[in-house]
């Protein structure tokens, strides 16, 4: 759970502060056209560290907080990676955050109005991750008193922001949350191929 804290709090604190400087946040903020035409290839994980505003950052803060801890407490299992769990959660992390973002470079890198921020991509990397490792979890909604298995949440999660991400005209991230996603699962069971047939056993395919 350290590893989960300390992003969180490293991520909090670099929001508040830039909620307050706006110049430090158009300096870090993800922006395709900076990227490639002035060679400022930090955005390319700066901006995870940074949120649009206070509900953007703790809603991605409370997600990052409830399936963080299940992550990182499996990794650091003995069979799983034990002392090596650190380098691995970490590249889950970062690793979502870069993977995440690349579509949309290559989509606005001649955009120069097109910027993103937030962690989501990274986060969906984790859940996604967790989903893989504890496929029949519940995941439970604040707004609806049901419970739904994690793995069956994740099909539909995957189906609606590929569909949101060629469909929608909001402002959120969907090619992020997809991508992220997609990073989460590969790089969990690259790292432990063993995770994608116990996935399968776990959800009923023998």
Known sequence: MEVTYGIIIFTVFASIVCFNYEDLFNQLKFNAFDVKHSNQWYRFFSYGFLHSGWVHLIINMLVLYSFGRLVENSYKVPSFFGSKYILYYILLYIGGLLFSIIPAY???????????????????????????????????????????????????????????????????????????????????????????????????FH
Not at 177 to 192: E, N, P, Q, R, S
């Open 106 to 204: 290559g989509k606005h890198k001649n955009d120069v109005f097109y910027n993103a921020v937030g962690a989501s991509g990274a986060i969906s990397a984790v859940v996604f991750a967790g989903i893989i490792i504890f496929p029949k979890s519940p995941i439970t909604f604040y707004f609806l008193p049901v419970e739904i298995p994690a793995w069956i949440f994740g099909i539909l999660y995957i189906i609606y922001e590929f569909y949101m991400s060629r469909r929608a005209k909001d402002n959120i991230g969907h090619d992020a949350h997809f991508w992220g996603a997609i990073y989460g699962v590969i790089f969990t069971i690259a790292l432990k191929p063993s995770l994608a047939l116990l996935f399968l056993h776990q959800i009923g």
